[in-house]
C-alpha cells in the first residue's frame, strides 16, 4: 500500500511544462519553419509551374540566399523571361526586366503582390515577413499524433495581409506539411502544401511546394526545388544592383 501511494505522490509531483519552456519549444519550431529553405547561405535549382483554367507555364530558375535577409532570384527559362531577376537586402526589394533594361523597386505595398504571374506572392518567395519575428503564435490541439498545430496571428507592425495562418508541421524534425492562410475576416482563401521530402545538399527537406489560392478556381501554383546547396560561400556580389542586371 505504501509503496502504491509513493508511486501515486511521484506522479503528481512530475513537473509540467511550463509556460517558459512552451515558448521556447514554439520559437524552436518556427525559426525550423523560417529556415527550412534557407541556412547561412543556400543556392537552388527550381522549377515553378503556374496552372490557370486558361493557360499553363514552367520556368526555371536558380536561387541564391543569405541568412533570412537576403535573397536574390533570376529566371533560367523560358527564354522570354530569361534574365528577370528578383533581389532583397534586408527591407528593400528590386525587379530587373531585361528586355528594357530597367531595375524597379517594389514598394512596401506590394508585397503581398503577385510574383511573375504566379499564386505566390513577393513575400512568399522573398520572405520579408517572418513566422518568428511577425508573428504571435500559440498551439492548437492536434488531431494526428505525428502533427504538431501551430496558429499565428500577425503583428501589428508585419506587413501583412492574413488574419491567421494554421500551421502543421511533423512532430518529429518540425518539418513542415501544410498551411492555411485566412483573411481578416476568418475567411481561408488558400493553402501551401509541402511534399516529396528528399535529401538535397546534405539537409532534409520537403522538395515540392504546391499553393492553392480558394477564392481563384483552377488556379495552382507549383515550385519543386530540382538542387540545392547550403552553407558554401557566395561570391561578394551576389547580392548587388550590378549581379541583378548581369544576369542575363
Request: aromatic letters at 8%.
Amino acid at each position: 500500500m505504501k509503496r502504491i501511494l509513493l508511486s501515486v505522490l511521484m506522479f503528481l509531483t512530475v513537473p509540467s511544462l511550463s509556460a517558459q519552456e512552451k515558448s521556447n519549444d514554439l520559437k524552436t519550431i518556427l525559426d525550423k519553419m523560417d529556415r527550412v529553405y534557407r541556412a547561412d547561405s543556400s543556392e537552388f535549382e527550381m522549377e515553378m509551374e503556374i496552372v490557370t483554367p486558361d493557360w499553363k507555364r514552367t520556368m526555371k530558375m536558380k536561387a541564391w540566399s543569405e541568412g533570412m535577409k537576403k535573397t536574390f532570384i533570376t529566371i533560367l527559362s523560358p527564354s522570354k523571361d530569361k534574365g528577370i531577376g528578383t533581389l532583397k537586402v534586408d527591407t528593400d526589394m528590386w525587379n530587373y526586366f531585361p528586355k528594357v533594361n530597367k531595375v524597379m523597386k517594389v514598394p512596401p505595398s506590394m508585397m503581398m503582390g503577385s510574383w511573375m504571374g504566379s499564386d505566390f506572392t513577393n513575400d512568399d518567395l522573398v520572405k520579408e515577413t517572418t513566422f518568428l519575428d511577425d508573428h504571435t503564435a500559440k498551439l492548437l490541439e492536434s488531431t494526428e499524433k505525428d502533427i504538431i498545430v501551430i496558429e499565428l496571428k500577425p503583428k501589428e507592425s508585419a506587413a501583412s495581409v492574413w488574419g491567421k495562418i494554421i500551421a502543421k508541421v511533423r512532430k518529429s524534425d518540425y518539418l513542415p506539411v501544410s498551411q492555411d492562410y485566412y483573411d481578416e475576416k476568418g475567411v481561408k482563401t488558400r493553402t501551401i502544401t509541402f511534399s516529396n521530402i528528399k535529401e538535397m545538399g546534405g539537409r532534409t527537406i520537403p522538395s515540392v511546394m504546391e499553393i492553392i489560392p480558394l477564392n481563384k478556381k483552377g488556379n495552382s501554383t507549383k515550385i519543386t526545388y530540382l538542387s540545392g546547396k547550403f552553407n558554401e560561400k557566395l561570391d561578394a556580389d551576389t547580392f548587388s544592383l550590378r549581379n541583378l542586371q548581369k544576369m542575363r
